[in-house]
């Protein structure tokens, strides 16, 4: 019988017996664009799995649903100023007049058929988006994913963070509805506070006397161009520096600095990433659907001589607005012009400086340690206290401001009086934050000493022990190697010793008032780090280990009853010898 031999190394590759269109067109396609070549590397890219990665997820999925909902709303909104008489759905306001831009607020809500939903939708997942990237920023700094050489990617989410919050602004201010309105006012009130240009510049912006005819037309097209468009552009650079610069994982066995242990992109990490898009849609369709916000059917349209009782801004814009109303109020008169540093001051300065801070703390961070090497592993918070305390003073600070910005409603919800409440907001913001500082520095240090003994003496089994004196003791049990490594994967703290400030001549050395600055910055930073354990103490601590063994030998077999459910073992078919 005549077979066949079969060709194991021909110069022609193997084809399927019948064509495959899609891949058909596929084939046409990279012979005249080379897309496979390109992009085979890096859909084969690793990405190493841990939940918190997902939070940068979160913020990305939810600014593709503003885009989505954003798109559906911009086909009925007019964003006009000019003066109608509301004829729609709403009974409240019917004969009422009103801008364009409002009734097409209340067309959509009403009137549209989902309308109601995409608005709810878009708001919700604005402030997700906002709350997702300070919480990715958050992460980012706990764990110093920020370090070379990712400094850049810092400043980029930074940027990315004041884009989102001018952005959330300009969107929350289109209705013209009158708490949006009260928003307007302020900004108003804020831009005027600058010395001498103010006045100009508001009249620029607002085309005329407040509000003029020209605001609303012109937060549109920031609002679905110009910031989009800058958001997009500052996203797409940060997923190119990610992809550049390979992502940062946990320590653990076989992570190093020079390698990423994880999933590829293709097929696995977009198969997850595209579950966790519909995830956040779901929950964002939920919220929409559920939770009423920014009801502008109740404010009514703005009106520049009325306010809303109980006004609160959105929560991102909330050290804004507190700041405002705890600041006293300063004014200096000086040839006829009038300088509002109660405006001034907490509206403008205070909000660049913050942002100038955070912008540039890689950087300061690496001059007072002097590590300048890149790190692709991360840090556990608890191993560089004075950063993770550092945050915890500004997450405090924060709140202090949020709830400083609401001291009406807490005057009235709880018939507080509403001085007291802003005197005790101002010394608050100075008091607090640097005793939530000594107590997370010195939490964080007591969680380094509690690693310390796991590492030197094992874990509590819960086994308490009775030696031949009729003594008690617990029983430690060694950690598994991988916990252990995790323990004692971080580098010990150097302390920046500084230069000796005149050589054997008795010059001066250059700057040395500046490293005199930086050696004590650099004490106030690592010299009350407890560091891990040494060799030495390992070594010892592993021969104690081996005398309590020894010790204990003669009862291993005699265990009391119950000391099979240690919460350490498996204990599938075990059960007590004495049942009652």
């Given at each position: 019988?005549?077979?066949?031999?079969?060709?194991?190394?021909?110069?022609?590759?193997?084809?399927?017996?019948?064509?495959?269109?899609?891949?058909?067109?596929?084939?046409?396609?990279?012979?005249?664009?080379?897309?496979?070549?390109?992009?085979?590397?890096?859909?084969?890219?690793?990405?190493?799995?841990?939940?918190?990665?997902?939070?940068?997820?979160?913020?990305?999925?939810?600014?593709?649903?503003?885009?989505?909902?954003?798109?559906?709303?911009?086909?009925?909104?007019?964003?006009?100023?000019?003066?109608?008489?509301?004829?729609?759905?709403?009974?409240?306001?019917?004969?009422?007049?009103?801008?364009?831009?409002?009734?097409?607020?209340?067309?959509?809500?009403?009137?549209?058929?989902?309308?109601?939903?995409?608005?709810?939708?878009?708001?919700?997942?604005?402030?997700?988006?906002?709350?997702?990237?300070?919480?990715?920023?958050?992460?980012?700094?706990?764990?110093?994913?920020?370090?070379?050489?990712?400094?850049?990617?810092?400043?980029?989410?930074?940027?990315?963070?004041?884009?989102?919050?001018?952005?959330?602004?300009?969107?929350?201010?289109?209705?013209?509805?009158?708490?949006?309105?009260?928003?307007?006012?302020?900004?108003?009130?804020?831009?005027?506070?600058?010395?001498?240009?103010?006045?100009?510049?508001?009249?620029?912006?607002?085309?005329?006397?407040?509000?003029?005819?020209?605001?609303?037309?012109?937060?549109?097209?920031?609002?679905?161009?110009?910031?989009?468009?800058?958001?997009?552009?500052?996203?797409?650079?940060?997923?190119?520096?990610?992809?550049?610069?390979?992502?940062?994982?946990?320590?653990?066995?076989?992570?190093?600095?020079?390698?990423?242990?994880?999933?590829?992109?293709?097929?696995?990490?977009?198969?997850?990433?595209?579950?966790?898009?519909?995830?956040?849609?779901?929950?964002?369709?939920?919220?929409?659907?559920?939770?009423?916000?920014?009801?502008?059917?109740?404010?009514?349209?703005?009106?520049?001589?009325?306010?809303?009782?109980?006004?609160?801004?959105?929560?991102?814009?909330?050290?804004?607005?507190?700041?405002?109303?705890?600041m006293p109020g300063w004014e200096t008169h000086i040839f006829g012009v009038t300088l509002s540093w109660n405006i001034f001051l907490p509206g403008q300065i205070a909000p660049i400086a913050l942002l100038a801070i955070v912008l540039a703390y890689p950087f300061i961070e690496q001059w007072i340690t002097g590590d300048k090497r890149e790190h692709h592993?991360?840090?556990?918070?608890?191993?560089?206290?004075?950063?993770?305390?550092?945050?915890?003073?500004?997450?405090?600070?924060?709140?202090?401001?949020?709830?400083?910005?609401?001291?009406?409603?807490?005057?009235?919800?709880?018939?507080?009086?509403?001085?007291?409440?802003?005197?005790?907001?101002?010394?608050?913001?100075?008091?607090?934050?640097?005793?939530?500082?000594?107590?997370?520095?010195?939490?964080?240090?007591?969680?380094?000493?509690?690693?310390?003994?796991?590492?030197?003496?094992?874990?509590?089994?819960?086994?308490?022990?009775?030696?031949?004196?009729?003594?008690?003791?617990?029983?430690?049990?060694?950690?598994?190697?991988?916990?252990?490594?995790?323990?004692?994967?971080?580098?010990?703290?150097?302390?920046?010793?500084?230069?000796?400030?005149?050589?054997?001549?008795?010059?001066?050395?250059?700057?040395?008032?500046?490293?005199?600055?930086?050696?004590?910055?650099?004490?106030?930073?690592?010299?009350?780090?407890?560091?891990?354990?040494?060799?030495?103490?390992?070594?010892?601590?592993?021969?104690?280990?081996e005398l309590e063994h020894a010790h204990d030998a003669p009862l291993e077999g005699h265990a009391a009853d119950g000391h099979q459910f240690d919460g350490r073992h498996d204990v599938?078919?075990?059960?007590?010898?004495?049942?009652?």
């Amino acid at each position: 019988m005549a077979t066949t031999a079969a060709t194991t190394n021909g110069t022609e590759p193997a084809k399927t017996p019948k064509a495959n269109p899609a891949g058909a067109v596929a084939n046409w396609a990279d012979e005249r664009l080379g897309i496979a070549t390109a992009t085979k590397k890096q859909i084969r890219k690793v990405f190493p799995d841990h939940w918190s990665f997902m939070l940068g997820e979160i913020a990305l999925w939810s600014f593709v649903i503003l885009l989505l909902t954003g798109v559906f709303l911009t086909l009925w909104f007019n964003p006009s100023m000019g003066e109608v008489t509301y004829n729609g759905s709403y009974d409240q306001l019917r004969g009422i007049h009103m801008s364009e831009a409002y009734a097409s607020t209340l067309h959509i809500s009403f009137d549209v058929r989902a309308g109601l939903l995409m608005r709810q939708m878009h708001h919700w997942a604005a402030m997700l988006f906002i709350a997702a990237m300070l919480v990715h920023m958050m992460r980012v700094f706990l764990t110093g994913a920020f370090r070379k050489p990712r400094e850049l990617n810092w400043i980029i989410g930074g940027v990315l963070l004041l884009l989102g919050i001018l952005e959330g602004f300009a969107g929350y201010s289109l209705p013209d509805d009158l708490l949006s309105g009260t928003g307007l006012r302020i900004a108003d009130g804020l831009v005027k506070a600058t010395p001498v240009l103010g006045s100009y510049m508001s009249f620029f912006m607002f085309g005329g006397e407040f509000p003029g005819d020209q605001i609303i037309p012109r937060l549109y097209t920031a609002h679905i161009l110009l910031i989009p468009g800058l958001l997009l552009a500052m996203i797409a650079a940060h997923m190119l520096l990610l992809v550049y610069h390979k992502h940062t994982q946990w320590p653990g066995p076989g992570k190093t600095e020079d390698n990423v242990v994880g999933y590829p992109m293709m097929p696995v990490y977009a198969a997850k990433a595209g579950g966790f898009f519909f995830i956040v849609f779901g929950v964002v369709a939920l919220m929409g659907g559920l939770m009423t916000i920014n009801p502008v059917w109740r404010f009514g349209p703005y009106n520049p001589a009325e306010v809303t009782a109980g006004s609160q801004p959105d929560w991102y814009m909330g050290i804004a607005e507190g700041l405002l109303r705890i600041m006293p109020g300063w004014e200096t008169h000086i040839f006829g012009v009038t300088l509002s540093w109660n405006i001034f001051l907490p509206g403008q300065i205070a909000p660049i400086a913050l942002l100038a801070i955070v912008l540039a703390y890689p950087f300061i961070e690496q001059w007072i340690t002097g590590d300048k090497r890149e790190h692709h592993l991360l840090q556990r918070p608890r191993n560089v206290p004075t950063r993770t305390a550092f945050l915890a003073a500004m997450i405090t600070l924060y709140g202090l401001l949020w709830a400083a910005g609401g001291n009406d409603i807490l005057a009235t919800t709880f018939h507080l009086d509403l001085n007291t409440i802003t005197y005790f907001m101002r010394g608050a913001i100075f008091v607090i934050p640097p005793l939530v500082f000594i107590l997370a520095k010195r939490w964080c240090i007591s969680l380094q000493r509690h690693d310390a003994e796991m590492v030197l003496h094992g874990y509590e089994s819960g086994i308490i022990m009775r030696d031949a004196e009729g003594g008690y003791t617990e029983k430690h049990l060694p950690l598994s190697e991988e916990r252990a490594y995790m323990l004692t994967s971080h580098e010990r703290p150097q302390v920046y010793a500084g230069l000796s400030g005149a050589d054997a001549n008795g010059v001066s050395a250059p700057k040395a008032r500046l490293d005199q600055l930086r050696a004590k910055l650099s004490k106030a930073w690592y010299a009350t780090d407890l560091q891990k354990p040494t060799a030495a103490e390992l070594e010892a601590a592993h021969h104690h280990a081996e005398l309590e063994h020894a010790h204990d030998a003669p009862l291993e077999g005699h265990a009391a009853d119950g000391h099979q459910f240690d919460g350490r073992h498996d204990v599938d078919g075990e059960e007590l010898t004495h049942k009652h």
